[in-house]
């Protein structure tokens, strides 16, 4: 395997979302250990994977962009680079707004966390030649989490090491009130081991919505105390929780 400017985040990226084969995460594991470059730019990676939160207003971020692409022109950064720049620029918009929603909230019993299921997107994955993906994303995005759920069975067939799509799996049961197939789908994310704990977040929802709050709880303590993904807002729903 030869890391280059070109295919590092993508290689990065395969890694982060298991779609490497086991001799090959292996051998990235081992080239990892030896590159501090290289774990410079997996952390940065892996700590943006963790808030993908991106706001959809366009317009707002031009300018945003357009500033960061000013400061580091001069630079000539490598298209990898700036692509990761861009994503942390559209991070940073997301983040402000949710802090600006959450700081005019003055009831903290009123924080919603079922409204911070990111969606689905996956029509920009180039080579997914899943025939529905369109119809499975727009329809999960708005909600119609029933209608999706066809759909989802169907793209797991062919792509059975997206954990993006498990995970919606799950959360679609979850939302369909299923909450012990929901459970089930969680645990078995678990058993992956997969390096993004997103799906631990998903699993005290599932509880909580089933009204197991002594579960729910140790799990988004342990999210709190681990800083994983959604750790900030765990922290606020344990608050509430009180």
């Not at 706001?55 to 692509?83: F, W």
């Not at 559209?90 to 990111?118: Q, R, S, W």
């Not at 997914?128 to 793209?155: C, H, R, T």
């Not at 369909?176 to 058993?191: G, L, P, Q, R, T």
Request: net charge negative.
């Amino acid at each position: 395997m030869k890391i280059t400017a070109d295919n590092k985040y993508d290689l990065i990226e395969d890694y982060l979302n298991g779609k490497m084969k086991p001799q090959e995460a292996s051998l990235f594991e081992s080239l990892l250990n030896g590159d501090d470059e290289l774990a410079i730019d997996f952390n940065l990676v892996r700590e943006l994977h963790d808030f993908q939160e991106f706001s959809a207003q366009e317009e707002s971020l031009k300018a945003t962009l357009q500033q960061v692409h000013n400061d580091v022109s001069d630079k000539k950064p490598s298209l990898g680079i700036l692509k990761y720049i861009a994503i942390f620029a559209m991070m940073a918009l997301g983040l402000f707004l949710l802090f600006k929603t959450l700081v005019h909230n003055d009831n903290i019993t009123d924080y919603n966390p079922i409204a911070m299921i990111e969606p689905l997107e996956l029509v920009t994955k180039a080579d997914n030649d899943f025939k529905d993906l369109q119809e499975m994303q727009d329809l999960y995005n708005s909600g119609d989490y029933k209608s999706a759920y066809p759909y989802i069975l169907s793209y797991l067939q062919n792509n059975p090491a997206d954990i993006d799509i498990h995970i919606a799996k799950g959360i679609a049961l979850m939302e369909m009130d299923k909450y012990s197939d929901a459970h089930n789908v969680f645990e078995a994310i678990a058993s992956l081991g997969p390096r993004v704990k997103k799906y631990k977040w998903y699993m005290a929802i599932n509880y909580l919505k089933e009204g197991n709050r002594q579960k729910a709880t140790e799990i988004l303590e342990s999210i709190k105390n681990t800083q994983s993904y959604n750790y900030k807002e765990a922290s606020s729903l344990l608050e509430s929780l009180k």
